[in-house]
Nanobody, 115 residues
Framework: QVQLVESGGGLVQPGGSLRLSCAAS????????MGWYRQAPGKQRELVAA???????NYADSVKGRFTVSRDNAKNTLYLQMNSLKSEDPAVYYC?????????WGQGTQVTVSS
């Protein structure tokens, strides 16, 4: 059974930084691409960043140059380093993996940006 557990969310001031983690179990982590998504109240869930099994990455235009996705295959963990956080970044952040037809999601971690 695939499980994803996010952590690292919290309250940060505008311009601040947070590092999110997503611990995976139940899969051979290194074989799969992973993604970070976010969902703000009243909005659809959107892709923030993704990293392939080989390490290539892609980002939403809104976070390019500020967020960095990475993975540690030895620790079965996905990361999202978020710098220069803005007022438009607050949301619940989810990690996702697709090992079959239906993707697996974590429970999410809340990110709040406020002064």
């Amino acid at each position: 059974q695939v499980q994803l557990v996010e952590s690292g969310g919290g309250l940060v001031q505008p311009g601040g930084s947070l590092r999110l983690s997503c611990a995976a179990s139940g899969i051979i982590f290194s074989r799969y691409g992973m993604g970070w998504y976010r969902q703000a109240p009243g909005k659809q869930r959107e892709l923030v960043a993704a990293i392939a099994s080989g390490g290539s990455t892609n980002y939403a235009d809104s976070v390019k140059g500020r967020f960095t996705v990475s993975r540690d295959n030895a620790k079965n963990t996905l990361y999202l380093q978020m710098n220069s956080l803005k007022s438009e970044d607050p949301a619940v952040y989810y990690c996702q993996v697709r090992t079959g037809i239906v993707p697996t999601w974590g429970q999410g971690t809340q990110v709040t940006v406020s002064s």
